[in-house]
């Protein structure tokens, strides 16, 4: 029967496509239908709603619930509260404001209280401050962690193609009936297309943020476009989840590479730019500061913030000036090759400073 079905199965599509291809159509439609429901029966099932990044990213919403056993305390503060608290792994800046923009997108549609809570591994307001009517600064003697006040949420996006479509359906879920005080762990893209106005309702720089970034686009003088690298650790000086390393000789090769890239970007810069470059590699930014007077780099080490958990305001305060600097930029390029990695730094900054983005590979 095998035989005869494929055998009438290929006819159909060589000399019967009229008539196979609506039927082919339709199946896939019915599959996907079938996943989804699938999906949206298991977010109906579940109490806490729970979504995992990739690799060591995964977030169990169970590994939160043994953390949510504090006595009762009637916070005066209610409603959504995004959360970054070191209770787990909560990724980059940029996978937080995506996360902190997404929500408070949802929160304004409902007319919910919005807040942030960010104290890991720094307090947020010592570099960003609330830029109009919507104070979101919480205390951590307002947060509730006690499971009959507070709902903790994991949402979070995946490599799943329905993963964003899936995310507005558990913030609609979650935030339908929200309890005392939700409690939202996320990096969720969903409001991606309004993050620029989103961003300027939510944050201004501190004073002492401010007068970094016055002070280096001043050095600059003028216009100027962006270029980034995300080497992650192939180059050995920087932790991240990813401990990959190349050989000293495969690393130089690399750092080459891109420089002679970068040199052939440089060419379409419009005369009297500057080019600012960042990057997570001190060994990389020492090389390409000396091939032209053109390039600008902003002294001072980074780090990964979901990964030092010990005080270092240097590296932070140079992770938000490069992020205003790079919003400023008439044009921003994130380069990468090999086993690079597609960071969303530049792309977040370049769309809440309303710039063309361009990934280029090579």
């Known amino acids: 029967m095998t035989t005869i079905y494929g055998y009438l199965r290929d006819f159909g599509h060589r000399f019967l496509p009229g008539l196979i291809e609506p039927y082919r159509r339709a199946r896939i439609q019915l599959q996907r239908l079938g996943h989804i429901r699938g999906q949206l029966a298991d977010l109906r099932r579940m109490r806490r709603h729970e979504y995992g990044m990739q690799g060591e990213y995964t977030a169990d919403v169970n590994g939160l619930e043994p953390l949510y056993s504090e006595p009762p305390k009637s916070p005066d503060i209610r409603g959504v509260i995004f959360m970054c608290d070191g209770r787990m792994h909560h990724g980059g800046n940029t996978d937080r404001f995506r996360g902190i923009l997404s929500l408070y997108a949802e929160a304004k549609k409902r007319g919910l209280p919005f807040h942030i809570f960010w104290n890991y591994p720094f307090p947020l307001e010592e570099y960003l401050q609330p830029a109009g009517s919507v104070d979101w600064r919480i205390r951590r003697d307002e947060i509730s962690y006690c499971p009959d006040e507070a709902y903790p949420v994991v949402i979070m996006e995946t490599e799943d193609p329905q993963s964003a479509w899936f995310n ?22 969903t409001a991606k297309k309004d993050y620029a106005e989103l961003y300027r309702e939510l944050f201004v720089p501190t004073p002492a943020l401010q007068q970094e970034i016055d002070r280096h686009a001043g050095a ?3 216009g100027y476009y962006s270029y980034s690298f995300r080497f992650l650790n192939l180059l050995g000086d920087f932790a991240d989840y990813s401990m990959a390393t190349l050989s000293d000789r495969d690393a130089e090769e690399l750092i080459d590479r891109c420089i002679e890239e970068l040199k052939t970007l440089l060419k379409d810069k419009p005369r009297g730019y500057h080019a600012l470059v960042t990057a997570d590699s001190q060994r990389f930014l020492r090389r390409v500061a000396q091939i032209s007077d053109d390039i600008y780099v902003v002294p001072g080490g980074v780090q990964n913030v979901d990964l030092v958990a010990s005080e270092n305001k240097a590296a932070w305060m140079k992770t938000f000036v490069d992020q205003n600097l790079i919003m400023g930029a008439e044009r921003v390029y994130l380069l990468r090759t090999g086993g690079m990695y597609k960071s969303g730094f530049a792309q977040f900054a370049a769309l809440v400073g309303g710039h063309p983005y361009i990934d280029h590979k090579f």
């Open 168 to 189: 507005r359906r558990s913030f609609r879920s979650v935030l339908k009936n929200p309890a005392m005080q939700t409690h939202v762990y996320s990096n969720s893209l």
């Open 220 to 222: 600059m003088g003028g």
